[in-house]
C-alpha cells in the first residue's frame, strides 16, 4: 500500500538554527515527489518537485533532497517567515495523479 | 504569477441540503483536482478529471458527490444531500501535464450545521 510518512510531526527552532525535515515513502515505481508548504489557512504552496535518487533542488533557504526511500528537507538559517506545516506527496503507484499527502511537520521558527 | 482561485472561502450549509463549491483552474492547465482536509488530519484525494470526464475518484467521493466543467474556466464540485462528516477544507488543484505539480487554491472551508 502507499504510504508516506512524516518526522517530526513538529519542530521547534530558534532563528538561525539548521534543521531537517524527513519524509519517507512506500510506492512502486516513483514518479516524482512534491514539497508543499501550507500556511494556517490556506492551500498547499508548491515548493518543489524531485524524479530521481541524488537529485537535490534549492530555494532559498530550502534545500530539498531525494533517495531511494526517502527525501528530506533541508532549512539552513530558519526565519520566522519559515514557520509553516511542510508537506511531502508522492503520486499513487496505481492512479493517474493522486497525491498521497503526508500529515506534514509543523515548523516554527522563534526569534 | 497564475493561482487557482476557489469560491466561497467558506460556506456554512445544513445537512441535508446541496452545495456547489467553485473553482477557477490556472488557464492553460488541462487535469483538475478535487482534495479535502479535515481539521487536524491529512490533505486527501478524492477526485481527478481530465478531457471533460472523471479520470480517478477516491472511496470518499461516491454518488453523493459531482463534478463539472461546465465552461472552459470553471470547475464544481456538487454535494448532494451533506452530512455533518463533509465538513472539511476543500481543496481544488490543477496541472499542465501528468507527473508535474499540483496547484492548489486557498480553498472553502465547508460547515455542515
Known amino acids: 500500500e502507499d504510504q508516506v510518512t512524516q518526522s517530526p510531526e513538529a519542530l521547534r527552532l530558534q532563528e538561525g538554527e539548521s534543521s531537517s525535515l524527513n519524509c519517507s515513502y512506500t510506492v512502486s515505481g516513483l514518479r516524482g515527489l512534491f514539497w508543499y508548504r501550507q500556511d494556517p489557512g490556506k492551500g498547499p504552496e508548491f515548493l518543489f518537485t524531485?524524479?530521481?535518487a541524488g537529485e537535490e533542488k534549492e530555494k532559498e533557504r530550502l534545500k530539498a533532497t531525494l533517495t531511494k526511500k526517502e527525501s528530506f528537507l533541508h532549512i539552513t538559517a530558519p526565519k520566522p517567515e519559515d514557520s509553516a506545516t511542510y508537506l511531502c506527496?508522492?503520486?499513487?503507484?496505481?492512479?493517474?495523479?493522486?497525491?498521497?499527502f503526508g500529515a506534514g511537520t509543523r515548523l516554527a521558527v522563534h526569534p | 504569477e497564475p493561482e487557482v482561485t476557489q469560491t466561497p472561502s467558506h460556506q456554512v450549509t445544513q445537512m441535508g441540503q446541496e452545495v456547489i463549491l467553485r473553482c477557477v483552474p490556472i488557464?492553460?492547465?488541462?487535469?483538475f483536482y478535487w482534495y479535502r482536509q479535515i481539521l487536524g488530519q491529512k490533505v486527501e484525494f478524492l477526485v481527478s478529471?481530465?478531457?471533460?470526464?472523471?479520470?480517478?475518484k477516491s472511496e470518499i467521493f461516491d454518488d453523493q458527490f459531482s463534478v463539472e466543467r461546465p465552461d472552459g474556466s470553471n470547475f464544481t464540485l456538487k454535494i448532494r444531500s451533506t452530512k455533518l462528516e463533509d465538513s472539511a477544507m476543500y481543496f481544488c488543484?490543477?496541472?499542465?501535464?501528468?507527473?508535474?505539480?499540483?496547484?492548489f487554491g486557498d480553498g472553502t472551508r465547508l460547515s455542515i450545521l
Open positions: 478529471f481530465y478531457n471533460n470526464e472523471i479520470s480517478e
Open positions: 488557464s492553460n492547465h488541462l487535469y
Open positions: 524531485l524524479y530521481s
Open positions: 506527496a508522492v503520486p499513487s503507484s496505481g492512479g493517474y495523479n493522486k497525491l498521497i
Open positions: 488543484a490543477s496541472s499542465d501535464l501528468q507527473n508535474q505539480p499540483q496547484h
